[in-house]
């Protein structure tokens, strides 16, 4: 005895197309073999008897031949000669009907891919992106393949920082425009401000994402809006990490006696450096905790490291010549 199709997919012989589809909507969903882990093998049997189903029921000839003949008849199965059916007529073997209707569990994918649109069970449809069940198989037929919506790659935009911002923290106001849908096929431009929250001591290449902020449209997911920091050059500090450099200019004769010298930090301080050592175009002078905050670590900041570049005089007088090599005798 052959498959009963009508009975798998639990509907009258006489169901509706939109019946069959409704059937076999509920039924793929729930014994999809992805949707039953931990009873696999059973689900992936009842998923192929399913697609199998619905596959037979939703075409008219396949229906007619199964519905004259049964599954050996549709399947072309050879008979060991001549039958009777219910309706009192003779019937030839049956591999007279055509090529022979096969089924196999690849098939069941196919048609599942088919209908919803999608081969991933975790991504059916919704009853609200379908408009609803009742509206998906009534009024006018159901829709095997509803328009997906679907989003379109973020927009990178540049956010340019002075170092003053990323020192400190600041908010930096963003306008945009973009469209949105008004109806389901019409858009209309929207101005709109974006606060965008800078944190003391992020660094350049810091993303910040604001989500479905781009434009709408008809079956199009506002894009998401990715914002990157970039840092702009300073005057006096250039950033390595969380530290910050700085250049002291001084003069020969301060390099070799010492001096105290000044450095005005982003924030407006103003910090006394002295120096007591002989200053060579190597030296350098590091102020722990003076750098940039860590935005990672509150409370904490890296180093401000001062390098000094020395000015030479232009001219010697030949006094200032013999002064020197005095000086320099015992070198």
Same mark, same amino acid.
Request: with cysteine; charged share 25%.
């Given at each position: 005895?052959?498959?009963?199709?009508?009975?798998?997919?639990?509907?009258?012989?006489?169901? $509706?197309?939109?019946?069959i589809k409704r059937a076999?909507?509920?039924?793929?969903?729930?014994?999809?073999?992805?949707?039953?882990?931990?009873?696999k093998e059973v689900a992936? =049997?009842?998923?192929?008897?399913?697609?199998?189903?619905?596959?037979?029921?939703? @075409?008219?000839?396949?229906?007619?031949?199964?519905?004259?003949?049964?599954?050996?008849?549709?399947?072309?199965?050879?008979?060991?000669?001549?039958?009777?059916?219910?309706?009192?007529? $003779?019937?030839?073997?049956?591999?007279?009907?055509?090529?022979?209707?096969?089924? =196999?569990?690849?098939?069941?994918? @196919? %048609?599942? /891919?088919?209908?919803?649109?999608? /081969?991933?069970?975790?991504?059916?449809?919704?009853?609200?992106? *379908?408009?609803? *069940?009742?509206?998906?198989?009534?009024?006018?037929?159901?829709?095997?393949?509803?328009?997906?919506?679907?989003?379109?790659?973020?927009?990178?935009?540049?956010?340019?920082?002075?170092?003053?911002?990323?020192? /400190?923290?600041? $908010?930096?106001?963003?306008?945009? =425009?973009?469209?949105?849908?008004?109806?389901?096929?019409?858009?209309?431009?929207?101005?709109?401000?974006?606060?965008?929250?800078?944190?003391?001591?992020?660094?350049?290449? $810091? !993303?910040?994402?604001?989500?479905?902020?781009?434009?709408?449209?008809?079956?199009?997911?506002?894009?998401?809006?990715?914002?990157?920091?970039?840092?702009?050059?300073?005057?006096r500090f250039e950033r %390595?990490?969380?530290?910050?450099?700085?250049?002291?200019?001084?003069?020969?004769?301060?390099?070799?006696?010492?001096?105290?010298?000044?450095? !005005?930090?982003?924030?407006?301080?103003?910090?006394?450096?002295? #120096?007591?050592?002989?200053?060579?175009?190597?030296?350098?002078?590091?102020?722990?905790?003076?750098? *940039?905050?860590?935005?990672? *670590?509150?409370?904490?900041?890296?180093?401000?490291? #001062?390098?000094?570049?020395?000015?030479?005089?232009?001219?010697?007088?030949?006094?200032?010549?013999?002064?020197?090599?005095?000086?320099?005798?015992?070198?």
């Amino acid at each position: 005895m052959g498959k009963d199709y009508y009975k798998i997919l639990g509907i009258p012989r006489d169901a $509706t197309d939109q019946q069959i589809k409704r059937a076999y909507y509920k039924l793929a969903q729930k014994w999809h073999p992805d949707k039953n882990p931990s009873n696999k093998e059973v689900a992936e =049997t009842k998923f192929k008897e399913i697609g199998e189903a619905y596959c037979v029921l939703k @075409d008219k000839e396949k229906k007619r031949l199964y519905d004259q003949f049964g599954e050996e008849g549709l399947k072309g199965t050879p008979s060991s000669g001549p039958s009777t059916s219910q309706d009192g007529f $003779t019937r030839t073997t049956f591999s007279s009907f055509g090529t022979p209707f096969t089924f =196999t569990t690849s098939d069941a994918f @196919d %048609i599942f /891919s088919d209908f919803f649109g999608h /081969s991933d069970p975790s991504d059916f449809f919704t009853s609200a992106q *379908m408009g609803g *069940m009742e509206s998906a198989f009534g009024g006018s037929g159901f829709r095997a393949r509803a328009t997906r919506p679907h989003q379109p790659p973020p927009i990178v935009r540049d956010l340019t920082c002075s170092l003053e911002e990323l020192f /400190s923290g600041a $908010t930096k106001h963003i306008k945009i =425009t973009k469209k949105v849908l008004i109806d389901d096929s019409h858009t209309q431009q929207q101005a709109k401000t974006l606060d965008v929250p800078i944190k003391a001591g992020w660094k350049e290449g $810091t !993303k910040l994402t604001y989500h479905k902020e781009g434009d709408q449209g008809p079956g199009i997911i506002p894009a998401d809006i990715v914002f990157v920091i970039k840092q702009r050059p300073h005057a006096r500090f250039e950033r %390595i990490g969380n530290d910050l450099v700085t250049r002291l200019k001084i003069r020969l004769l301060d390099s070799l006696t010492g001096f105290t010298g000044t450095v !005005k930090t982003l924030d407006g301080r103003i910090l006394h450096i002295a #120096i007591n050592t002989v200053v060579n175009p190597k030296f350098e002078k590091r102020i722990v905790g003076e750098g *940039m905050p860590i935005s990672k *670590m509150p409370g904490s900041r890296g180093d401000l490291i #001062i390098r000094f570049d020395i000015v030479f005089p232009q001219h010697l007088t030949e006094e200032q010549k013999v002064l020197l090599r005095r000086a320099f005798r015992s070198e």
